[in-house]
């Protein structure tokens, strides 16, 4: 479904991947894919975990993939690092 995130089914990798930028001023960036599966646009009303939702260059994150009419984004994204949990897929 267009616009819809992808849902978690269990036994299965969730994507991961590096930060390779993010501009706090407009609260987007760009995710690279581990694996080298395309890159993927990251948005801070996708991001989970800070208060003031921002990404820092090299985080490593996790995330869900969407799809729709303007391309793939990242969606619930989430730093790896201990004690970050990431609110499960809808």
Partial sequence: MPGAAVPR??????????VKWFDPDRGVGVISRDGGA???AACRSAVHG?????????ERVFFDITED???????NICRVAPGV???PAE
């Fill in 9 to 18: 089914m269990p036994g299965v990798a969730v994507p991961s991947g590096v």
């Fill in 38 to 40: 395309p890159d993927v």
């Fill in 69 to 75: 009419a303007s391309g793939i984004r990242a969606d």
């Fill in 50 to 58: 800070r208060a003031d939702r921002t990404l820092l260059a090299g």
């Fill in 85 to 87: 949990r990431c609110p």
